[in-house]
């Protein structure tokens, strides 16, 4: 039943996905997986995301990507730049650092730049 909440953006993934299922199989006018891998190769869709396009190794190259990063405890868009709300910032903290600081505040796994760059992400 309808509840009158705005629906979440994986559900407008999940349209865009059975939306892409179907031209697959409308495109070459079969189920068989071969056929949909090839017509995916094959073809271009306009969806509510974008262009739609896939590479021989099944990659979207129809449009960029969107790129965040968190920021001085803010999201911003980096990627593409036509969107860019702000620098992409480099080096980023190791997994290892952003992990241990983020769960439990402990720093001994970073490094002092990773430190400084961590903090600056989760701390306004």
Same mark, same amino acid.
């Given at each position: 039943?309808?509840?009158?909440?705005?629906?979440?953006?994986?559900?407008?993934?999940?349209?865009?996905?059975?939306?892409?299922?179907?031209?697959?199989?409308?495109?070459?006018?079969?189920?068989?997986?071969?056929?949909?891998?090839?017509?995916?190769?094959?073809?271009?869709? &306009?969806?509510?995301?974008?262009? +739609?396009?896939?590479?021989?190794?099944? @990659?979207?190259?129809?449009? /960029? =990507?969107?790129?965040?990063?968190?920021?001085?405890?803010?999201?911003?868009?980096?990627?593409?730049?036509?969107?860019?709300?702000?620098?992409?910032?480099?080096?980023?903290?190791?997994? &290892?650092?952003?992990?241990?600081? +983020?769960?439990?505040?402990?720093?001994? @796994?970073?490094?002092?730049? /990773? =430190?400084?760059?961590?903090?600056?992400?989760?701390?306004?």
């Amino acid at each position: 039943a309808f509840t009158g909440a705005k629906p979440a953006e994986w559900e407008a993934y999940g349209a865009v996905y059975f939306s892409l299922f179907q031209h697959a199989m409308q495109y070459h006018g079969s189920f068989f997986v071969e056929k949909m891998v090839e017509a995916l190769e094959e073809m271009t869709v &306009d969806s509510i995301l974008g262009r +739609l396009k896939f590479s021989e190794d099944h @990659v979207n190259i129809g449009r /960029e =990507s969107v790129i965040l990063q968190i920021q001085n405890a803010k999201v911003e868009i980096v990627k593409p730049k036509a969107l860019a709300s702000a620098d992409l910032v480099l080096p980023n903290p190791s997994w &290892d650092c952003r992990t241990h600081v +983020l769960m439990d505040n402990d720093t001994e @796994v970073c490094g002092d730049m /990773e =430190s400084t760059l961590w903090r600056g992400c989760v701390e306004s």
